[in-house]
């Protein structure tokens, strides 16, 4: 009875410190959109986590906007400007993309 129940508590501590060991996840799978979204977060956040990545190794972002076609449309892309420059409080969706300018302009807030 012993040797069994030695033998059992044997196994079970081996699986007890080697299952956590094939829990692995890789730097790439850490910052892929679906697990990003999987795990609570935003569109909008998967999208900055994969422009910083992409920002650091230089390369381009892997992201698809999600933007409408129609604003592909030059008449509808110039109404949008339009009310971009009205209404400066609106998004001009170029976050951490913008040069630093140390000089004012007129689409400054």
């Given at each position: 009875?012993k040797?069994?129940?030695?033998?059992?508590?044997?196994?079970f501590?081996?699986?007890?410190?080697?299952?956590?060991?094939?829990?692995?996840?890789?730097p790439?799978?850490?910052?892929?959109?679906?697990?990003?979204?999987g795990h609570?977060?935003?569109?909008?956040m998967a999208r900055l986590?994969?422009?910083?990545?992409?920002?650091i190794?230089?390369?381009?972002?892997?992201?698809?906007?999600?933007?409408?076609?129609?604003?592909?449309?030059?008449?509808?892309?110039?109404i949008?400007?339009?009310?971009?420059?009205?209404?400066?409080?609106?998004?001009?969706?170029?976050?951490?993309?913008?040069?630093?300018?140390?000089?004012?302009?007129y689409?400054?807030?």
């Amino acid at each position: 009875m012993k040797k069994i129940f030695s033998a059992l508590s044997v196994i079970f501590v081996f699986f007890a410190l080697a299952v956590p060991a094939l829990a692995v996840i890789t730097p790439e799978e850490a910052m892929s959109e679906t697990y990003i979204q999987g795990h609570g977060y935003s569109d909008e956040m998967a999208r900055l986590v994969d422009l910083q990545n992409a920002q650091i190794n230089c390369t381009q972002t892997k992201h698809k906007g999600d933007r409408p076609d129609i604003y592909n449309d030059k008449k509808v892309n110039f109404i949008r400007q339009i009310f971009k420059y009205l209404d400066c409080g609106l998004d001009d969706e170029k976050f951490m993309q913008h040069n630093t300018k140390f000089t004012t302009r007129y689409d400054d807030l």
